[in-house]
């Protein structure tokens, strides 16, 4: 989720078997009763190509970046384009004025992913250029979920 003016924006994980789609709904409509309302009846959807298994809806500049966590790679939201390729299981984005930050895992089945002997990485990149400014180890943490920064 991302509230942006007055819209919210709802990042969809590929919707079974359809790509990734992001849902544009008026921030009013859910400050409204009833409490119980279909929100994808009510709002914009904007298809994210072929891209699934998506995360990590991120403002960055005009635009918004997401993650395809199974391709390892980033892309921005308007474009559809590559900008990182990282391999492996790549989810948790942020920006903030140090940087990009991009949380990233090796690929393994649900049920082994958390494994000690699994290392998480954070990677952080230039925002403009992303050429990469440093890369941080997170021995035994299993999966990396998720990133915040301020």
């Given amino acids: 989720l991302h509230v942006e003016g007055d819209q919210v ?10 790509p990734a789609a992001i849902l544009t709904v008026p921030l009013g409509l859910l400050r409204q009763p009833p409490a119980r309302t279909d929100l ?7 298809i994210l ?3 699934t298994h998506t995360h990590d809806l991120e403002p960055c500049g ?12 980033v892309h921005r939201r308007g474009t559809g384009e590559v900008l990182l390729e990282l391999g492996g299981w790549v989810r948790g984005l942020a920006v903030n004025r140090e940087g990009l930050w991009v949380g990233a895992s090796p690929l393994a089945e649900r049920s ?3 494994r000690e002997d699994l290392d998480g990485q954070v990677h952080l990149f ?3 250029t992303l050429a990469k400014k440093k890369t941080w180890l ?3 943490a299993g999966q990396v979920n998720d990133i915040v920064a301020w």
């Fill in 62 to 73: 005009e635009d918004h970046l997401f993650c395809a966590s199974h391709d390892g790679r």
């Fill in 49 to 51: 190509g072929a891209q």
């Fill in 9 to 18: 924006l709802i990042g969809l994980n590929n919707r079974g078997d359809q």
């Fill in 112 to 114: 082994q992913r958390h």
């Fill in 126 to 128: 230039d925002p403009v």
């Fill in 40 to 46: 994808l009846a009510q709002g914009d959807l904007q």
């Fill in 138 to 140: 997170l021995s035994g």
